[in-house]
């Protein structure tokens, strides 16, 4: 079984047991779940956990940056009720929380994707909505903050016209008990901005990658493994459905390394490394120790797919 790790207020999925993620084992309690999504510097999610010491809240980003100010501000408070996770906040939630699991998410801000290849990046699109309708309680809500006036309107529309939600607040220079850094900017400079408060009150369903048991992924195989054959992968793209990945490098040492990009369906892209070693024409390729992606399908399919190519 996966040993569970826990660094200071970060938290590695990749390493849990199982997913969804237990929470109330996570905190040592069980409470109401409150998620920020791309939590900047920490200072809106930390302020949030102070004033609501009854509430675990957790926390999306992918800046190390942002992990680093935020934990500062955690540590300085003393906070016991905070959590954060280095992934993308789409991923994260529709991945690591269970049905119903989740009271209110906080969107603060957001890029507002405005080109129209980006847009299935927006809130608005399907997947997130799924997600939404799934991880949220009934009469949970999302709660979000921007200050682009065709975004908030094109949010509330979504939601509006959404089966499973209802808009209860559109609100133009809003406040809120708790300011963001950007709120402050946009104040002092005279700028609009719009809060949406949307409730659910249907259930959805949300097609998961990652649920159960986290398994341990390796794969063993015979036959004769060439240096040229091993360099012939590099560069070579593989596609199975919404599975694709790309053998950017291999390396060779004791041993051999080859560095992959996966995607998988919903755009979600990793970066990681796999070992390659044998003996007596007995192989094994499994991740490197200083990789730990997310058993995704594309990822796990990577390492059957190159050991298939190695063998043929």
Avoid at 203 to 230: C, D, Q
Avoid at 272 to 287: A, F, Q, T, V
Wanted: charged share 30%; net charge positive.
């Amino acid at each position: 079984m996966a040993q569970v790790v826990v660094v200071d207020y970060e938290i590695k999925p990749q390493s849990f047991p199982f997913f969804p993620l237990d929470w109330s084992q996570i905190f040592g309690r069980k409470s109401k779940i409150v998620v920020e999504i791309g939590f900047g510097n920490g200072e809106f999610l930390a302020e949030m956990a102070r004033k609501h010491p009854e509430k675990d809240f957790v926390g999306f980003e992918v800046s190390i940056t942002s992990f680093v100010k935020a934990q500062k501000k955690f540590k300085k408070y003393g906070l016991t009720n905070v959590k954060l996770v280095k992934v993308d906040g789409r991923f994260g939630l529709r991945e690591l929380f269970p049905d119903n699991s989740v009271e209110k998410v906080y969107v603060n801000f957001p890029c507002p994707w405005p080109k129209k290849r980006h847009e299935n990046r927006r809130i608005t699109s399907h997947d997130f909505m799924q997600t939404l309708s799934t991880v949220l309680e009934m009469d949970g809500t999302l709660e979000f903050a921007t200050d682009e006036e065709w975004y908030a309107k094109e949010v509330r529309e979504a939601f509006d016209t959404s089966e499973y939600f209802v808009v209860d607040s559109f609100v133009e220079n809003f406040q809120r008990e708790v300011e963001t850094r950007y709120e402050r900017k946009w104040k002092s400079q005279g700028k609009r901005t719009f809060l949406i408060i949307a409730r659910k009150i249907r259930h959805g369903a949300v097609k998961r990658l990652l649920e159960g048991e986290n398994t341990v992924a390796h794969v063993t195989f015979e036959g004769t493994v060439s240096w040229e054959k091993l360099k012939s992968l590099e560069g070579k793209v593989f596609k199975n459905k919404n599975k694709v990945f790309v053998v950017k490098r291999v390396y060779r040492d004791s041993g051999y390394l080859l560095k992959v990009i996966s995607t998988d369906e919903g755009d979600f892209r990793q970066i990681y490394y796999l070992d390659l070693s044998g003996k007596n024409g007995r192989w094994i390729l499994k991740l490197d120790d200083g990789s730990d992606p997310y058993r995704t399908p594309a990822m796990k399919w990577s390492l059957r797919k190159i050991a298939e190519e190695l063998t043929t």
